[in-house]
């Protein structure tokens, strides 16, 4: 009897063993051919931006994945989704809190990602995530309606001078990046604007169109059809500007104050296998050779940076202390 | 200019009519329009879903296909509205009203009927505004800055006069009810409001989750309830397709319902949700017999169901001529143009011609085979109703939940549901009317946003509105609209006090 039992066990200990062993073998093999080549992507990648089609973080996504598709650089298909909501907070956890560990899932980086959960006091911050690379700088630009009174930046200046606070700025909601270059450029001038929140640039970039406030800092991607069409005039932009070779500085018009590197960068969720950073990390560099993607950046008056990895980490960790440090100098935060 | 209008339109409908193109145009309709009609998943999720497929198409054809969806789940909206008490997307949550009270009467047929001809009338019209007049219309447009879109959602909550029949102060409560719930959520300037550090809460609560539970979980409560009791009337059986006279009787509220949700529809900060609100009060607001409504009134279906589908048509405007999309749904249209290397924005017109046009030749195609697939689709969906109570109850259950889980993937917005299904119970039970809820939550958010941008530009001066011909308009429609309904009841009252003496 108590034989009998033992050989049972005997039985369903090698049923086990066997069990185990088939498992670790099938692993094996399906971990095998992939792992001789370092990780890829089994699954479509879906890239993820904060805001919606059409502004800077989203064309930047939706141009890497053309490229990704046209070249063959990634053997699945990849899509971009854009979930807005929550000042970002909807985005940044769909990746962070819903996606971790899951390598098929990249998230668009911009700025606001930064400083939006500094401002909100989130749980998520930009250790949440694996950085993988910063490709590009924008440059952000300050506009008015083509029949605005304001030709230079010192005849608005000098017009919040005179009315203060009636001068307004719109934009999307406060403490994002263009909120902080305007509140800036206005500290370093000594007078007050009123800003306007929206509900992302672009519906202030319609109210623009109405006339209904009096300018907006934008970045040139998302307002350079309505200055081609003669609708928005720039004043004033933070970088020189390839396409707009005449438009002057803020600093060339005498106004020098510290900007914001308006960076574009990429994103996974923490938790995902180091392999599978560093094919990332590679393909953005395999991206950054094209022709595609050079006149992406010409296009949209970017300028080239590559911070990639722990430089990445290093970059944001700087960047963080900067915002926060800006935010308590410029009131946003106690 | 007209010649132009028409040779390029030419040019549109020869590219929209290849043989393999109506085939894209019939699947997109076919697709848009199953989608629409599960609950939850509006034209925004009908476009989200065949998204991927299209970008592997020709971009004439991709466009092709995505305008019939995004047409075809308009029209799909309306059929559990009418035919189960479910609201398919926030646009069709007036056509509950009088929908499921005429498919109670056994009219569920000429219900869906005039649902599909004024959706086919009003998107063609909508498509013929936007051919004709898009350009002009979005300049127009612009005067509408936020004290005028306050003013504009002022008007809009005066609908709920019509929304409540004898009962406004329950009708007023319940709307109250609704702008309390669309407090929740973070607000412009980053504040969290009622979110009890649920991250499900950031955006506010789930309108979806609301609207089914008042409407849908408290019917089969309310439902179950008369069958117990022995109260449940069976449905009569009646005939599927409408009268031309009803047509005919209807034909007004189409037109007016075209023409107030074309003009709705083209501000990018309003949506097909107030553009149907709008229409259904103004039509009862015009009406000789506003107490048929919410009674099973045709053209209390065929006001609001015109009205979402002109207005979707409108909306293609600020996203076609200004690259700003004004709702979700033109959201993922601009998406997807993007994604097709065409750059929405002021220039589309003139450097883009094949686009806009083959879009507008595709809008016009999808209409016509959305009437033509739609009209024998009654026949089928009537039937649904002679189902026993004891499939269909669980039915609604099951496209509840899934509808409304599928929205956000969130346990929490199903919580939402059950809550909210009690509600509805409750407040139909003690003669609250459960409209206003909604009028509440769609108006409150824009409506906050827009005074608060007033306040800030005026810098809390709040007369300077005053100064702002567009606002006094509203205003002034605002307490017409109060008050001419008080006067002419007083009117016809002496009346009646008259023709009794």
């Known amino acids: ?334 | 200019m007209l010649g132009e209008v028409i040779h390029n339109l030419g040019v549109g409908f020869a590219v929209a009519l290849l043989p393999e193109n109506i085939l894209y145009a019939f699947v997109g309709s076919f697709l848009g329009t199953i989608v629409g009609i599960l609950p939850g998943l509006g034209p925004a999720g009908a476009m989200a879903m065949i998204l991927p497929a299209v970008f592997t198409l020709h971009p004439a054809s991709a466009i092709i296909m995505l305008a019939s969806a995004y047409a075809g789940a308009m029209y799909g909206g309306s059929t559990t509205s009418i035919l189960l008490n479910v609201p398919g997307e926030n646009a069709s949550v007036v056509t509950c009203l009088d929908g499921y009270q005429m498919a109670l009467q056994g009219r569920a047929g000429p219900a869906l009927c005039i649902a599909a001809i004024g959706s086919f009338i009003a998107g063609t019209m909508g498509i013929a505004g936007l051919m004709l007049f898009g350009p002009i219309i979005s300049k127009a447009a612009l005067s509408f800055g936020s004290p005028e879109y306050f003013a504009l959602m002022v008007f809009a909550l005066s609908a709920v006069a019509s929304l409540s029949g004898d009962t406004i102060v329950k009708g007023l409560l319940a709307m109250t009810l609704g702008l309390m719930v669309a407090t929740v959520g973070t607000d412009m300037t980053g504040v969290r409001r009622y979110c009890f550090n649920l991250p499900d809460l950031l955006d506010g609560v789930e309108f979806f989750a609301v609207t089914i539970g008042l409407f849908a979980i408290s019917e089969v409560i309310i439902t179950t309830a008369e069958i117990k009791s022995g109260l449940r009337k069976t449905v009569i059986k009646h005939k599927i397709f409408i009268s031309f006279k009803e047509f005919l009787y209807s034909s007004g509220a189409i037109i007016r319902g075209s023409i107030i949700g074309f003009s709705v529809g083209v501000l990018p900060g309003a949506g097909a949700g107030v553009a149907s609100f709008l229409a259904y009060s103004f039509e009862t607001q015009i009406s000789r017999h506003p107490e048929k409504f919410g009674k099973g009134e045709i053209k209390g279906v065929a006001a609001p169901e015109s009205a979402n589908n002109a207005a979707s048509a409108g909306a293609l405007i600020p996203m076609l001529t200004l690259g700003v999309p004004g709702s979700g749904t033109t959201a993922i249209m601009l998406a997807a143009l993007m994604g097709l290397n065409v750059n929405p924005g002021p220039l589309l017109f003139s450097s883009r011609p094949d686009v806009v046009w083959g879009l507008i030749a595709a809008m016009y195609l999808g209409n016509i085979i959305l009437l033509i697939l739609n009209l024998p689709l009654v026949g089928i969906f009537v039937r649904i109703l002679y189902l026993p109570l004891k499939y269909i109850l669980p039915l609604i259950m099951i496209l509840a939940v899934l509808g409304v889980y599928s929205a956000n993937m969130a346990v929490l917005d199903l919580v939402f549901l059950c809550l909210f299904g009690l509600l509805g119970y409750y407040m139909r039970r003690n003669g609250y009317p459960i409209a206003p809820v909604i009028l509440g939550i769609v108006l409150g958010g824009q409506m906050e946003v827009a005074l608060r941008q007033t306040m800030i530009m005026s810098q809390g001066q709040p007369f300077f509105v005053f100064e702002r011909p567009i606002v006094i308009f509203f205003l002034v429609l605002t307490l017409i609209s109060i008050f001419l309904p008080l006067i002419l009841k007083h009117f016809t009252k002496t009346q009646i006090e008259y023709d009794e003496a």
């Open chain 1, 1 to 334: 009897m108590t034989i009998k039992r033992k050989e049972n066990i005997m039985r369903k200990n090698n049923a086990k063993v066997l069990l185990v062993c088939l498992t670790a073998v099938l692993f094996i093999c399906w971990m095998g051919p992939s792992s001789a080549f370092g990780w890829e992507p089994s699954k479509p990648v879906e890239i993820v931006s904060h805001s919606s089609a059409g502004t800077g973080g989203d064309i930047f996504i939706r141009t890497l994945s053309d490229i990704w598709a046209k070249n063959k650089f990634i053997p699945v298909r990849t899509s971009v989704q854009n979930i807005t909501g929550a000042r970002g907070d909807k985005a940044r956890r769909y990746i962070a809190v819903k996606n971790k560990g899951n390598p098929h899932y990249l998230f668009s980086y911009v700025p606001s990602q930064l400083n939006t959960p500094i401002l909100d006091k989130s749980d998520i911050s930009h250790r949440s995530f694996v950085p993988l690379s910063l490709m590009a700088v924008q440059t952000p630009i300050l506009v008015v309606h083509n029949e605005s009174p304001y030709k230079s930046l010192s005849d608005l200046i000098e017009a919040a001078r005179k009315k203060p606070k009636q001068i307004t700025q719109g934009g999307g909601s406060y403490g994002n990046i263009a909120s902080l270059v305007g509140k800036m450029l206005m500290d370093h001038a000594g007078v007050t604007i009123s800003y306007v929140p929206y509900k992302g640039g672009g519906e202030a970039t319609v109210a623009l169109l109405g006339k209904h406030i009096d300018f907006i800092i934008e970045n040139v991607q998302e307002v350079r059809e309505h200055v081609k069409a003669g609708n928005f005039r720039i004043i004033a932009a933070t970088d020189k500007l390839q396409s707009f070779p005449a438009v002057r500085t803020f600093k060339e018009q005498g106004y020098d104050f510290k900007t914001i590197t308006q960076f574009l960068g990429l994103v996974a969720p923490q938790g995902i296998p180091a392999e599978a950073a560093a094919y990332y990390i590679k393909l953005l560099e395999r991206t950054r050779g094209t022709t595609e993607w050079k006149s992406y950046l010409e296009r949209n008056d970017l300028a080239e940076f590559s911070v990639a990895g722990d430089a990445m980490a290093k970059f944001l960790d700087d960047e963080e202390l900067f915002y926060l440090r800006l935010n308590k100098e410029i009131g946003l935060l106690k």
